[in-house]
């Protein structure tokens, strides 16, 4: 399959290089599960003015439609 040391050698860095990119999506994946588990100060100001704004709208429509 591979014709001369130089193609050997090829193979072997982009047999490298992938695995270093797939020790990379591993810790990725690894740090996303660990932030799903505890969303950021950032997502939860946001989650608590999203239920304010709710809140708000959903008053203000019963008092319309009474």
């Known amino acids: 399959m591979y014709i001369t040391?130089?193609?050997?050698m090829v193979a072997?860095?982009?047999?490298?290089?992938l695995q270093s990119e797939?020790?990379?999506?591993?810790?990725?994946?690894?740090?996303?599960a660990e932030i799903a588990d505890?969303?950021?100060?950032?997502d939860r100001l946001a989650?608590?003015?999203g239920r304010g704004t709710h809140g708000q709208a959903s008053?203000?429509?019963?008092g319309?439609?009474?």
Not at 12 to 17: A, F, L, N, Y
Not at 22 to 32: E, F, Q
């Open 12 to 17: 072997e860095d982009r047999t490298r290089e």
């Open 22 to 32: 797939m020790r990379a999506i591993r810790m990725a994946k690894a740090a996303r």
């Open 38 to 42: 505890h969303p950021s100060l950032l």
């Open 5 to 8: 040391e130089y193609d050997l």
């Open 47 to 49: 989650a608590l003015a």
């Open 64 to 66: 319309a439609a009474a």
């Open 59 to 62: 008053r203000g429509k019963v």
